[in-house]
């Protein structure tokens, strides 16, 4: 059985962002425009794959954390660098687990999973359908050069799953000579060590993390291999890359009841001691690039294997899902200049990646949640693209992009299990599914005579439904359901430089469709509508001679736009895990040339965690004290004391299965370390 979903409505989406919105922001921009007064510092970005450009000529908004940001931060897990970044709002929880959140709520399941496309290098570290919501710890963050984090609907060369955000983890190049050694211990039986070489056209880096974990029976084991080469072969410039993880988790479960994260004895505890997350990734990839005649030319073929097995122990079933992945594709990118004010970008992707899962249930029936084989299949997935983007420069000042991607996944399922449905699940027969993707995009970006840039941008964002959400069905469902969600988002902003300082600011307001997410009682609501708005504004400024100050603020309304009675929901009605104020600002302070002292500061606002609104976390403030000091030229030492007021706190709220849950945010701790890097 073959189904057709998707009716390619991506693009006329666009119709649906109400005009007054949009005089809003086209007013505030010409309002704060007016304010510049300075010559703005370029900061390079690869928002169109690998081609590099300053980010004052970016039509989106791009945050960028540079190696310098990264080595300060010393993240002892990805939210902490992606949260410094505006309009992010990760949340962490056992481990390397976290839930995203870019210009969204906290989302979870096969939706957050597939809401944000997570690239290293440019190149999709997993297939579209087979995403991960925990994906991030796949990355090479330990060795990063720097992370672009793109927020809202991807651009052309992005495609399925960049709904919300992308986030892009670049490695550093193989051709600067350079030698980093770091090694950092703390509470918690905290261990760190990772050593990264290049020079000669080869880079190489090890890491390694141990945690004894601040919560009972919550250790891990994590270590991550780097190798690659960069070099000319055949008129080709070449960058291989490879790298391996391996990871050895034991998981803290939810701690559970009215407020027991501010329960000292209870958020250490351990309620699933069993529960357990192992997982082995291997990647490589080629980029080729070469100037042939007019057109710059970039092939990136890429493989991938990931093994996990994970307990679900978020589930009355306590569950072991047994999953395995393995494929590949290739990226092409053609870019060339017909005339002197045109710029033209194409390509062909594809991919091809196979997906097996099984779920069994070893203890005894719970409920709807019977014991035995929840789940036993395999996916075979095919996903071919094809984009186009055309930028012109009436003038200097000026620029106007118009691009738009097709894409095709066919989904082919086979079912292990009997047929039908056992308890609350429901096994389909085997079936193909096809999926059409229609993404489109125009910007106009503006630099002024005095410093700075303004833009504005219509966009379309897409995903295919998840193999999870294809094909673990629950009884309540029917297989083929589930369409391509859609989101379409106008946005505009402003990068100014103020004094010696700088800010920016963005404006959005976005209409999402087709989606689909699991209810407080672990089921599956489709064909929803949402709404989403907000402003944000970052900034970096000077206090005096030694003293700066830098951060973000955002203000967010994430509202329901349809009505479900079933599941409490109204339209119009915020939605649940959507604080409207988060923020994070950073005090710098360089006492000595050798010194340097960083105040952090990160807030989360109140918000619900069931849709009726009955339920609610009371949001939080926690501190961070982060310094360095250069021993001499190439050595330094760095401590942190993170949660500095010890604050009871919980990373993640939400009320399920009739019980209100947390994660709790982990005491305060306190890391030392010393970094060694050596330059010729």
Known sequence: ????????????????????????????????AALSAAAEEEVIVTAERRQQQPIHEEGSSIAVLGGADLRRVGAHHPVEALNRLPGVNYHRGSGVENLPAIRSPVLNGG??????????????????????INQLYETNLEFAERVEVLRGPGASVHGSNAVHGVVNVITPAADETALRLEGEAGSFGRARFAALSRGSGWIGGFASTHEDGWRDQAGLDLQKLLVGWDGDGGGWRLRLRASASNLEQETAGFVVGPAAYDNGDLARANLNPEAFRDSQVFRVSLTASRRTGDVDVILTPFARYIETDLLLHFFPSKALEETAQSGGGVQTSFLWSPA??????????LDRSAMSLRETQTIATVGTFPQGVHYDYDVDAFTRAAYAQATWRPTEQWSLTLGARGEQID??????????AFGRFLRASDREDDFSVVTGRLNVVGRFEGGGSGYANFTTGARPPQATDLYSLQITQIPGEQ??????????????????????????????????????????VTDTRTRHRGVEVEFEA??????????WVSYA????????????????????????????IQLLWRPTAATEIELGWSHVGPYITEASGAHDYPGHDVLSLRGRLRL????????????????????????AFGNERYFPGEDRAFSLGVRVIRQP
Request: charged share 20%.
């Open 1 to 32: 059985m073959r189904v057709q979903h998707g009716k390619a409505e991506g693009i006329v989406a666009l119709r649906s962002v109400r005009r007054p919105s949009l005089g809003l922001l086209c007013g505030c921009v010409g309002w704060l």
């Open 111 to 132: 939706q957050g999973a597939g809401s944000f496309l997570v690239l290293e290098d440019g190149a999709p570290i997993r297939a579209a359908p087979f995403a991960n």
């Open 340 to 349: 002197p004010r045109w710029r033209l970008l194409a390509g062909l992707d």
């Open 411 to 420: 989904s082919e399922y086979d079912n292990h299990a009997p047929e039908g």
């Open 483 to 524: 369409e391509v969600e859609e989101i379409a988002s106008a946005e505009a902003g402003l990068r100014l430089p103020i004094g010696e300082g700088q800010i920016a600011l963005a404006i959005y307001d976005m209409r999402k469709r087709h989606g689909a997410f699991r209810n407080a009682n672990g089921f599956t």
């Open 542 to 551: 000077p206090l005096g001679a030694n003293v700066s100050v830098s951060g």
């Open 557 to 584: 309304d994430h509202r329901y736009d349809f009505d479900s009675p079933a599941d409490g929901i109204v339209s119009g009605a915020r939605i649940e895990s959507a604080p409207e104020w988060t923020s994070a």
């Open 632 to 655: 001499n030229q190439s050595a330094e030492m760095f401590a942190a004391v993170r949660n500095l007021t010890n604050t009871d706190y919980a990373e993640r709220a939400d009320f």
